[in-house]
């Protein structure tokens, strides 16, 4: 199994849909997890930081669930722009610091 | 401006030959990493400091080496000895601790002839 896993897609969806995506990790002690979006040929820049309690940046949603070892992120109101692959980055500080990306997953927006 | 810079965008590189990546930060981060991206697969995390003068090797270390002699500057060298060099080269940066958030520089594709 991966550390990190998240479904590559790509996902296809209309203009103003509203998209998920998911991202699981296997170690428990995982520490700090992020949101990355990546354009084509491009760095990888920072959408958000995900906590517990959640977290909300206009139409996107993030969200921790410790208990079944997942990070989700959501996107309301699709935009052409929003295509790009999300990245997911799941951060261990205990017992060596470990930084994990997932692959990526591909979201291509559509009008 | 602030920022993360990486030199040269495009690189094309001899088998065998070494050669040596810039990064430069002015963002008075820390901490700043080096990390390789191929083709349909996730980052992978080749060195990384936390602090001038001292850095430590990430998960696919082998043919590769950095040094960290000025806070701002993380350069990478790789070597002959790397089997594959081919890849996209991102450096990035954080300002507190490794658990922090990272901001990445705009890249270097590598290719080698």
């Known amino acids: 199994r991966k550390e990190v896993e998240q479904d590559p897609g790509p996902f296809n969806v209309p203009e103003g849909a509203t998209v998920a995506f998911n991202c699981t990790y296997s170690n428990s002690a995982s520490q700090s997890f992020f949101w990355y979006r990546q354009d084509c040929r491009k760095e990888p820049k920072l959408l958000m930081s995900?906590?517990?309690s959640g977290n909300e940046d206009g139409r996107f949603t993030a969200q921790l669930n410790r208990a079944s070892q997942y990070i989700s992120l959501l996107i309301r109101d699709s935009k052409l722009s929003d295509s790009a692959t999300y990245l997911c980055v799941v951060i261990t500080g205990t017992g060596g610091f470990k930084t994990i990306f997932g692959a990526g997953t591909r979201l291509f927006v559509k009008a | 401006d602030g920022g993360i810079t990486q030199s040269p965008k495009y690189l094309f590189r001899k088998e065998g030959q070494n050669v040596t990546l810039s990064c430069e930060q002015n963002l008075n981060h820390d901490a700043m990493y080096w990390y390789r991206q191929d083709p349909g697969q996730g980052l992978r995390l080749i060195y990384y400091s936390q602090i001038v003068n001292d850095f430590q090797k990430g998960d696919i270390a082998e043919g590769y080496s950095v040094s960290r002699e000025k806070k701002e500057s993380f350069p990478l060298t790789v070597t002959s000895a790397q089997k594959n060099p081919t890849a996209f080269y991102l450096c990035?940066?954080?300002?507190?601790?490794?658990?922090?958030?990272?901001?990445f520089g705009p890249g270097t594709r590598l290719t080698v002839l």
């Open positions: 990035a940066s954080s300002g507190g601790p490794i658990t922090d958030t990272q901001y």
């Open positions: 995900v906590y517990s």
